[in-house]
């Protein structure tokens, strides 16, 4: 007897098979393993290659660097950087590396657009990300910095851009909840597209 399909739409267009693949990489599941992680962890109908493909289609693509993983189902060309929903980042934790980071909050000054203040704050070194608050014109960065003379500098070079609101130095900082949301977020995908596996 034929087995019956699982899910109402193709794994590889599926954010179910994406949303495993993230949490996969977070969770740190080496590749012999992830069919595994998929059932027993996550408890979602995924195969490890539906997960790959639907994370080739829309990782970004670094030019003359091959892509890894199986090729895309689809044969639309991979998305522009800009549009790319993975990167194969570092998730760099600075403070182990005797580094600190602040958390700034900046105001722009009036007759500068939006656009203009994201695009000169993103090129200031050592800015790590940037914010665009949708409520208001304001945009909040982490930067990261060795000692006092680099804050300095760094706070120096923000003023001279824009009103600088706050500049608060970080204490702590975990990127451990991610894990727990994107589990979440693959249950409730696979939920929606019939994918689901044993609630047990």
């Known amino acids: 007897m034929a087995r019956p399909p699982v899910g109402n739409v193709p794994q590889a267009q599926s954010r179910t098979a994406l949303f495993a693949y993230i949490a996969g990489k977070l969770a740190g599941v080496p590749v012999a ?29 670094v030019p003359g660097k091959r892509r890894r993983g199986p090729t ?11 549009d790319a929903a993975l990167r194969e980042w570092l998730l760099v934790e600075e403070h182990k590396l005797d580094l600190f980071t602040a958390l700034v909050r900046v105001r722009g000054i009036d007759g500068e657009t939006p656009g203009d203040l994201l695009k000169r704050v993103q ?11 949708s409520e208001h014109w304001e945009i909040v960065t982490v930067v990261v ?14 003023q001279e851009l ?10 702590t900082e ?9 589990k979440y977020l693959a249950r409730r995908a696979a939920a929606a597209e019939g994918f689901a596996g044993d609630p047990t």
Not at 72 to 82: C, D, I, L, S, V
Not at 123 to 133: A, P
Not at 162 to 171: H, P
């Open 33 to 61: 393993g992830l069919a595994a992680f998929y059932t027993n962890e996550l408890r979602v109908n995924i195969g490890r290659e539906g997960a790959e493909h639907a994370a080739a289609a829309r990782r970004h693509a």
């Open 72 to 82: 895309p189902a689809t044969t639309e060309p991979p998305p522009r950087p800009e």
């Open 123 to 133: 090129e200031i070194r050592g800015v790590r990300q940037v914010f665009e608050l």
């Open 145 to 158: 910095y060795e000692g006092r003379l680099d804050r300095e500098r760094l706070k120096t070079e923000l």
């Open 162 to 171: 824009a009103i600088v609101q706050s500049f608060e130095d970080i204490g």
């Open 174 to 182: 975990t990127h451990q909840p991610a894990l727990a949301t994107w």
